[in-house]
């Protein structure tokens, strides 16, 4: 069966500190690969998402970029933190025309 | 007007109760549809797709209305548990990413 995996659960960065977040994708080949931001009491924001290895489409243009090194992996960085990215940082994957499964999420602060 | 659109609610019904939420989008020829349950500070987590025909799981029925461009979600018997966020969600096309409405949250009350 086929799993994600995101990490870290929390993190608490200071403004101008650099961030990477990472998500894997077990049991699938060639995923489509996507990452959202929601802030609080918000809805979902579709940062960037990915149709295979070194393809990324940016929705939002913002400081934050993402990657994707291998087929099942997919990374969110930013280089230096501002205030406005602290939100819950979902990662989720699909095959084409089905729903997505998303990760567990990172609630990212920013202080 | 946006592209998919939810009441925000709350929606505050007791135990028991049959409520319904609706969602509509604005892109006729959107192909597929979707409800997802988010409880607070978790993921979504899909909880149905919408067919044409319409389906049902259990408590819970969606239904499509191509001719208003709108999705549906009953919830029959709601229980306490059922208290979450329904978030739908549509693709118009196969290469493009899902739309997400904003959520309507339900409160199921004792």
């Known amino acids: 069966s086929q799993t994600i995996h995101q990490w870290p659960a929390t993190l608490v960065q200071p403004v101008g500190s650099p961030l990477s977040l990472e998500c894997t994708v077990e049991g699938t080949s060639n995923p489509n690969l996507y990452w959202y931001r929601q802030a609080a009491g918000r809805g979902l924001q579709l940062l960037f998402y990915?149709?295979?290895?070194?393809?990324i489409s940016s929705e939002v243009p913002q400081n934050l970029s993402a990657s994707r090194p291998q087929d099942r992996q997919f990374i969110l960085s930013s280089k230096k933190l501002l205030l406005s990215d602290s939100g819950f940082y979902l990662c989720?994957?699909?095959?084409?025309?089905?729903?997505?499964?998303f990760g567990s999420g990172t609630r990212l602060t920013v202080v | 007007r946006k592209e998919v659109e939810q009441d925000p609610g709350p929606f505050n019904v007791p135990e028991g109760a049959t409520v319904a939420f609706n969602c509509t989008y604005s892109n006729s020829a959107s192909q597929s549809f979707f409800w997802y349950r988010q409880d607070c500070r978790k993921e979504p987590k899909l909880l149905m797709s919408?067919?044409?025909s319409g389906n049902e799981d259990g408590r819970f029925t969606a239904q499509l209305n191509r001719a208003s461009q709108y999705i549906s979600l009953l919830i029959r018997d709601s229980k306490l548990s059922d208290s979450a966020t329904y978030l739908c969600?549509?693709?118009?096309?196969?290469?493009?990413?899902?739309?997400f409405g904003k959520g309507t949250r339900l409160s199921v009350i004792a």
């Open positions: 969600a549509v693709y118009h096309s196969g290469n493009t990413p899902l739309v």
């Open positions: 990915s149709v295979g290895i070194g393809q």
């Open positions: 919408v067919y044409s």
């Open positions: 989720a994957w699909s095959v084409k025309g089905d729903g997505y499964t």
